[in-house]
């Protein structure tokens, strides 16, 4: 949409957006896995994928194996479907009363006695599971065999205060600036999925390039931007927050209280990784308009032929409030204390609820809202 852009595709240029979500980003594998039966024979559909925080991963899981991409959509299926919390960060009683009593001490010395701890979980788990699933030399094979033109994947630098998206991509790809977005230029890694995934407070911020950098939601005012900086002129999206909304859930059993720190904490979560793509999409319309009927208006800039944004049909939260026993224990001690238990916390849960049985519930709602709209979703990524 800005001068910079690169010029329109001659052919249509699909991208694939992952957005954050924690484990409600399950429901993105039930999409894909509905996108992969749609087009049984096509191989990797998309020239360009976007990952950010929980989204990231998938992307370049995809990215890594667009030579085989049917195979790896199963595979990330079967990640996900057997999901435990333990494989994201540690959650035995030891660890977490550890943790605890560290936040305690170093809040009541002023940081004296310890000084505080650098994030509320220890994502070690989840570190070592990226480094096995993702082959990231798999990424510039692909894109120099042509079967992908780029892969970008979101972070925060924590020292400017600026949406970074690292991207691996052909040559015909420049680096841009704008105020509070960048593209960057990077061989990907493991320290940039880390980066894009570390949600302030919950985990511990990744070093790249002597900056600190955290969830890549968090200054992402355009989330689509990257994908067009990248050629795209087709969007496939997939959101996070269902179509009910995020509002904070009353207790059954005090209605007028007001929200416990648990709730908000889920609250603040849902605005982390929602708000910005709605206002993204309504900009990307605008601008279709103006150049329909006035290109003269916006030189330089260019159209989105065709966007399909997918968000659960059912509110996540009333998956989430299906499953809270299969929460581990510790981590019910915790979301009890924070006052974000049974029903009242679901919203949070749902998006720590790393564990099989409620993803595999977002991957069947993820499946059935793809398949509902498997016309639009066919056409564009056919090319029609």
Same mark, same amino acid.
């Given at each position: 949409?800005?001068?910079?852009?690169?010029?329109?595709?001659?052919?249509?240029?699909?991208?694939?957006v992952?957005?954050?979500?924690?484990?409600?980003?399950?429901y993105?594998?039930?999409? @894909?896995?509905?996108?992969?039966e749609?087009l049984p024979e096509q191989?990797?559909?998309?020239?360009?994928?976007?990952?950010?925080s929980?989204? /990231?991963?998938?992307a370049?899981?995809?990215?890594?194996?667009?030579?085989?991409?049917?195979?790896?959509?199963?595979?990330?299926?079967?990640?996900w479907?057997?999901?435990?919390?333990?494989?994201?960060?540690?959650?035995?009683?030891?660890?977490?009363?550890?943790a605890?009593?560290?936040?305690?001490?170093?809040l009541?010395?002023?940081?004296?006695? @310890?000084? /505080?701890?650098?994030s509320?979980?220890?994502?070690?788990?989840l570190r070592?599971? *990226?480094?096995?699933?993702?082959?990231?030399?798999?990424?510039?094979?692909? !894109?120099?065999?042509?079967n @992908?033109?780029?892969l $970008?994947?979101?972070?925060?630098?924590?020292?400017?205060?600026?949406?970074?998206?690292?991207?691996?991509?052909?040559?015909?790809?420049?680096e841009?600036?704008?105020?509070?977005?960048?593209?960057?230029? $990077?061989?990907?890694?493991?320290s940039?999925l &880390?980066?894009?995934l570390?949600?302030?407070?919950l985990?511990? +911020?990744?070093?790249?390039?002597?900056?600190?950098y955290?969830d890549?939601?968090?200054?992402? @005012?355009?989330?689509?931007?990257?994908?067009?900086?990248?050629?795209?002129?087709?969007?496939?999206?997939?959101?996070?927050?269902?179509?009910a909304?995020?509002?904070?859930?009353?207790?059954?059993? /005090?209605p007028d209280?007001?929200?416990?720190? #648990?709730?908000?904490?889920?609250?603040?979560?849902?605005?982390?990784f929602?708000d910005? !793509?709605?206002?993204?999409?309504?900009?990307?319309?605008?601008?279709?308009? =103006?150049?329909?009927?006035?290109?003269?208006?916006? +030189?330089?800039?260019?159209?989105?032929?065709?966007?399909?944004f997918?968000?659960?049909?059912e509110?996540?939260?009333?998956?989430?409030?299906?499953?809270?026993h299969?929460?581990? +224990?510790?981590l019910?001690?915790?979301?009890?204390? &924070? #006052?974000?238990?049974?029903?009242? #916390?679901?919203? *949070?849960a749902?998006?720590? &609820?790393?564990?099989?049985?409620?993803?595999?519930?977002m =991957?069947?709602?993820?499946?059935r809202?793809?398949?509902a709209?498997?016309?639009?979703?066919?056409?564009l *990524?056919?090319?029609?």
């Open positions: 949409m800005a001068s910079d852009l690169p010029s329109t595709p001659s052919v249509p240029a699909p991208a694939l992952l957005t954050g979500g924690g484990a409600r980003s399950s993105q594998v039930g999409v @894909l896995k509905a996108v992969a749609l191989p990797n559909p998309f020239r360009v994928i976007l990952g950010t929980a989204g /990231a991963v998938a370049s899981v995809l990215a890594a194996r667009a030579n085989d991409w049917h195979a790896a959509v199963a595979a990330i299926e079967h990640v479907a057997n999901f435990h919390v333990g494989q994201v960060f540690h959650v035995g009683r030891r660890k977490m009363l550890r605890g009593l560290h936040w305690m001490l170093s009541l010395s002023g940081g004296l006695l @310890l000084r /505080a701890p650098r509320l979980f220890d994502n070690a788990p070592d599971l *990226l480094t096995r699933e993702v082959r990231w030399r798999g990424v510039g094979r692909n !894109i120099r065999a042509g @992908l033109d780029a $970008a994947l979101c972070a925060t630098g924590y020292g400017t205060a600026r949406s970074v998206a690292f991207f691996e991509g052909n040559d015909r790809y420049r841009w600036s704008r105020r509070n977005h960048v593209g960057r230029r $990077a061989q990907l890694s493991l940039h &880390m980066a894009s570390s949600v302030p407070m985990f511990a +911020p990744e070093l790249i390039d002597d900056e600190f955290g890549g939601a968090m200054r992402q @005012l355009s989330p689509l931007s990257p994908a067009l900086h990248l050629g795209a002129n087709r969007l496939l999206v997939i959101g996070m927050r269902g179509s909304g995020g509002g904070v859930s009353k207790r059954r059993s /005090a209280a007001p929200p416990s720190p #648990g709730q908000l904490f889920g609250y603040a979560l849902d605005n982390l929602s910005q !793509i709605y206002s993204d999409l309504e900009q990307i319309n605008r601008v279709n308009e =103006i150049l329909q009927v006035a290109p003269q208006v916006m +030189p330089g800039a260019r159209m989105v032929e065709s966007v399909v997918l968000t659960p049909t509110d996540p939260r009333q998956v989430a409030a299906r499953h809270m299969c929460l581990p +224990p510790a019910k001690v915790l979301l009890r204390v &924070m #006052g974000a238990s049974d029903q009242a #916390g679901a919203q *949070l749902s998006y720590l &609820m790393f564990e099989g049985e409620y993803t595999r519930d =991957i069947g709602l993820g499946y809202d793809a398949m709209q498997g016309d639009e979703i066919r056409r *990524l056919s090319g029609d």
